[in-house]
Protein backbone atom coordinates (compact mmCIF):
# COMPACT_ATOMS: atom_id res chain seq x y z
CA UNK A 1 0.00 0.00 0.00
CA UNK A 2 1.08 3.70 -0.65
CA UNK A 3 1.76 6.54 1.82
CA UNK A 4 -0.69 9.17 1.45
CA UNK A 5 1.62 11.23 2.72
CA UNK A 6 3.90 10.41 -0.41
CA UNK A 7 1.57 12.09 -2.58
CA UNK A 8 1.07 14.81 -0.71
CA UNK A 9 4.65 15.45 -0.50
CA UNK A 10 4.49 15.23 -4.23
CA UNK A 11 1.87 17.97 -4.98
CA UNK A 12 2.91 20.39 -2.59
CA UNK A 13 5.73 21.96 -5.08
CA UNK A 14 3.37 20.84 -8.15
CA UNK A 15 1.24 23.26 -6.51
CA UNK A 16 3.74 26.02 -5.17
CA UNK A 17 6.01 26.35 -8.15
CA UNK A 18 3.26 27.59 -10.29
CA UNK A 19 1.94 29.62 -7.98
CA UNK A 20 5.43 31.55 -6.92
CA UNK A 21 6.17 31.90 -10.71
CA UNK A 22 2.70 34.12 -11.29
CA UNK A 23 3.04 36.03 -7.97
CA UNK A 24 6.80 37.19 -9.28
CA UNK A 25 5.73 37.45 -12.80
CA UNK A 26 2.25 38.83 -12.71
CA UNK A 27 2.63 42.69 -13.84
CA UNK A 28 1.75 44.66 -10.87
CA UNK A 29 -0.81 47.04 -11.03
CA UNK A 30 1.26 50.52 -10.55
CA UNK A 31 -0.75 53.39 -9.18
CA UNK A 32 0.50 56.95 -10.23
CA UNK A 33 -0.26 59.91 -7.97
CA UNK A 34 -1.15 63.56 -9.09
CA UNK A 35 -1.11 66.33 -6.92
CA UNK A 36 -3.36 69.59 -8.22
CA UNK A 37 -3.74 73.13 -7.07
CA UNK A 38 -6.76 74.72 -8.54
CA UNK A 39 -8.59 77.24 -7.91
CA UNK A 40 -12.82 77.77 -8.97
CA UNK A 41 -14.03 81.26 -9.39
CA UNK A 42 -18.00 80.59 -7.98
CA UNK A 43 -19.88 84.23 -8.66
CA UNK A 44 -23.58 84.72 -8.60
CA UNK A 45 -23.51 88.29 -8.99
CA UNK A 46 -21.38 90.62 -12.13
CA UNK A 47 -20.76 90.67 -15.40
CA UNK A 48 -18.63 87.12 -15.26
CA UNK A 49 -21.80 85.35 -13.16
CA UNK A 50 -20.79 81.85 -13.22
CA UNK A 51 -23.57 80.27 -10.83
CA UNK A 52 -27.26 80.89 -10.29
CA UNK A 53 -29.80 79.93 -7.52
CA UNK A 54 -32.67 77.70 -9.50
CA UNK A 55 -34.75 76.75 -6.60
CA UNK A 56 -35.34 77.55 -2.84
CA UNK A 57 -38.24 78.19 -0.80
CA UNK A 58 -38.64 81.52 -2.46
CA UNK A 59 -37.94 80.15 -5.57
CA UNK A 60 -34.73 81.42 -8.19
CA UNK A 61 -34.48 84.23 -5.73
CA UNK A 62 -33.42 82.14 -2.39
CA UNK A 63 -30.07 83.06 -1.39
CA UNK A 64 -27.65 80.26 -1.65
CA UNK A 65 -27.51 80.83 2.41
CA UNK A 66 -30.95 79.88 3.40
CA UNK A 67 -31.34 75.84 3.72
CA UNK A 68 -33.28 73.51 0.23
CA UNK A 69 -31.75 76.37 -1.87
CA UNK A 70 -30.48 74.97 -4.76
CA UNK A 71 -27.78 76.25 -6.99
CA UNK A 72 -25.93 75.52 -10.81
CA UNK A 73 -22.89 76.43 -11.34
CA UNK A 74 -20.28 76.86 -14.20
CA UNK A 75 -17.35 78.20 -12.76
CA UNK A 76 -13.68 79.10 -14.44
CA UNK A 77 -10.82 76.90 -12.95
CA UNK A 78 -7.62 78.29 -12.63
CA UNK A 79 -3.83 77.54 -11.40
CA UNK A 80 -3.73 80.84 -9.19
CA UNK A 81 -6.45 82.70 -7.39
CA UNK A 82 -6.34 85.87 -9.50
CA UNK A 83 -8.94 85.88 -11.93
CA UNK A 84 -6.80 86.52 -15.01
CA UNK A 85 -4.51 83.73 -14.19
CA UNK A 86 -4.72 81.21 -16.89
CA UNK A 87 -7.94 79.03 -16.99
CA UNK A 88 -6.97 75.09 -17.27
CA UNK A 89 -11.08 74.04 -16.98
CA UNK A 90 -14.57 74.58 -15.58
CA UNK A 91 -16.34 73.25 -12.59
CA UNK A 92 -19.30 72.50 -13.38
CA UNK A 93 -22.44 70.81 -11.24
CA UNK A 94 -24.54 71.97 -8.50
CA UNK A 95 -24.46 72.62 -4.69
CA UNK A 96 -27.73 72.78 -2.25
CA UNK A 97 -27.67 74.06 1.23
CA UNK A 98 -28.08 71.15 3.23
CA UNK A 99 -27.71 72.29 6.74
CA UNK A 100 -30.69 73.47 8.75
CA UNK A 101 -28.79 76.69 10.10
CA UNK A 102 -27.72 77.22 6.70
CA UNK A 103 -23.68 76.79 7.13
CA UNK A 104 -23.11 74.04 4.96
CA UNK A 105 -23.43 72.69 0.98
CA UNK A 106 -23.28 69.41 -0.04
CA UNK A 107 -21.55 69.86 -3.90
CA UNK A 108 -21.58 67.20 -6.12
CA UNK A 109 -19.60 68.62 -9.52
CA UNK A 110 -16.99 67.75 -12.34
CA UNK A 111 -13.85 69.54 -12.56
CA UNK A 112 -13.41 69.65 -16.74
CA UNK A 113 -10.21 70.65 -17.79
CA UNK A 114 -10.22 72.40 -21.22
CA UNK A 115 -6.76 73.27 -21.38
CA UNK A 116 -3.16 72.15 -20.15
CA UNK A 117 -2.00 68.87 -19.65
CA UNK A 118 -5.03 67.27 -18.86
CA UNK A 119 -7.20 68.66 -21.22
CA UNK A 120 -10.11 66.25 -22.44
CA UNK A 121 -10.01 64.85 -18.54
CA UNK A 122 -12.29 65.35 -15.95
CA UNK A 123 -12.38 64.24 -11.74
CA UNK A 124 -15.81 63.95 -9.73
CA UNK A 125 -15.95 66.06 -7.01
CA UNK A 126 -18.57 64.97 -4.22
CA UNK A 127 -19.14 65.75 -0.99
CA UNK A 128 -20.03 68.42 2.29
CA UNK A 129 -18.62 71.60 2.29
CA UNK A 130 -19.25 73.15 5.64
CA UNK A 131 -18.05 76.29 4.73
CA UNK A 132 -17.79 78.02 8.02
CA UNK A 133 -14.39 76.11 8.19
CA UNK A 134 -11.19 77.36 7.48
CA UNK A 135 -10.33 73.94 5.82
CA UNK A 136 -12.80 71.07 4.31
CA UNK A 137 -12.44 68.01 3.37
CA UNK A 138 -14.20 66.25 -0.26
CA UNK A 139 -13.62 63.26 -2.21
CA UNK A 140 -12.98 62.69 -5.86
CA UNK A 141 -14.96 59.77 -6.49
CA UNK A 142 -14.29 59.49 -10.61
CA UNK A 143 -12.31 60.29 -13.79
CA UNK A 144 -12.37 60.50 -17.17
CA UNK A 145 -9.36 60.58 -19.30
CA UNK A 146 -6.01 60.98 -17.85
CA UNK A 147 -8.09 60.08 -14.71
CA UNK A 148 -9.70 57.20 -15.22
CA UNK A 149 -10.02 54.58 -12.56
CA UNK A 150 -9.12 57.72 -10.14
CA UNK A 151 -9.66 57.84 -6.56
CA UNK A 152 -8.58 60.52 -3.80
CA UNK A 153 -9.17 63.32 -1.73
CA UNK A 154 -8.77 67.33 -1.61
CA UNK A 155 -8.48 70.45 0.69
CA UNK A 156 -10.44 73.38 0.08
CA UNK A 157 -9.97 76.82 1.48
CA UNK A 158 -11.33 80.08 0.64
CA UNK A 159 -9.47 81.95 -0.20
CA UNK A 160 -11.32 84.86 -1.05
CA UNK A 161 -15.38 85.36 -0.22
CA UNK A 162 -17.55 88.38 -0.45
CA UNK A 163 -21.30 87.56 1.02
CA UNK A 164 -22.67 90.28 0.49
CA UNK A 165 -22.12 90.24 -2.99
CA UNK A 166 -21.80 86.27 -3.41
CA UNK A 167 -18.54 86.22 -4.76
CA UNK A 168 -15.84 83.21 -3.54
CA UNK A 169 -13.01 81.49 -4.83
CA UNK A 170 -11.57 78.75 -3.64
CA UNK A 171 -8.91 76.89 -3.36
CA UNK A 172 -8.77 72.93 -4.02
CA UNK A 173 -5.73 71.23 -3.11
CA UNK A 174 -6.09 67.61 -4.72
CA UNK A 175 -4.09 64.13 -4.36
CA UNK A 176 -5.23 61.41 -6.46
CA UNK A 177 -4.43 58.00 -7.89
CA UNK A 178 -4.82 56.41 -10.63
CA UNK A 179 -3.34 54.10 -13.24
Request: aromatic share 12%.
Amino acid sequence: MTNPLFFASLSIPLIAIPLLYWVYTYPKNKYKQTNLVLYVHDYLTGDDKSAMTVAGKDGPTTSIMHFGTLLAHDDPVTVGPDPKSEEVGRAQGMYINSQLDGKALYMIFSVMFTDGEYKGSTLEIQGADPFVLKEREFSVVSGTGYFRFVRGYGIMTTEFLDIQNLRAIIKLNITVRHF
